[in-house]
C-alpha cells in the first residue's frame, strides 16, 4: 500500500502564504501522479493542483492559476504545494492523493490513496 502524509497547513491572513507538504512512503512505485484537492464545509471535494511524478508536467484548477505552484521531489518522495496570494475562498481542508492513471486528474473519483488532509484557513 501507499501512505501519504500532508502537513503545513494552518492559519493566514488574506494574501499570505502557506507551503503544504505531502510525504509518500510504502509502495510508492504504484502511482504515476500526485495531486492536492480541498474540500470545504459543504461543498464537494475539487481538485486544484496535479503533478506528473517521472516528467514533472503539472495541472491546475482555474481558480488557483498563477498563485498556486506544485512541486515534487523524488528522492524524498514529497509533493508541494506552494500557496501564494491566498483568499478567504481558500479555506479548506486539504487533501494530498495518489493515482497510476487518470483521464481526469484533477477529478477524485479514480484516485487510490489519499491522506488525512491538513486544514488551511485565510482570513479576510
Known amino acids: 500500500q501507499v501512505q501519504l502524509v500532508e502537513s503545513g497547513g494552518g492559519s493566514v491572513q488574506a494574501g499570505g502564504s502557506l507551503r503544504l507538504s505531502c510525504r509518500a512512503s510504502?509502495?510508492?512505485?504504484?502511482?504515476?501522479?500526485m495531486s492536492w484537492f480541498r474540500q470545504a464545509p459543504g461543498k464537494e471535494r475539487e481538485g486544484v493542483a496535479a503533478i506528473q511524478i517521472g516528467g514533472g508536467i503539472t495541472y491546475y484548477s482555474d481558480s488557483v492559476k498563477g498563485r498556486f505552484t506544485i512541486s515534487r521531489d523524488n528522492a524524498k518522495n514529497t509533493v508541494y504545494l506552494q500557496m501564494d496570494n491566498l483568499k478567504p475562498e481558500d479555506t479548506a481542508l486539504y487533501y494530498c492523493?495518489?493515482?497510476?492513471?487518470?483521464?481526469?486528474?484533477?477529478?477524485?473519483?479514480?484516485?487510490?490513496?489519499w491522506g488525512q488532509g491538513t486544514q488551511v484557513t485565510v482570513s479576510s
Open positions: 492523493a495518489a493515482v497510476s492513471y487518470s483521464r481526469y486528474l484533477l477529478a477524485p473519483h479514480d484516485y487510490n490513496y
Open positions: 510504502g509502495y510508492t512505485w504504484r502511482y504515476n501522479y
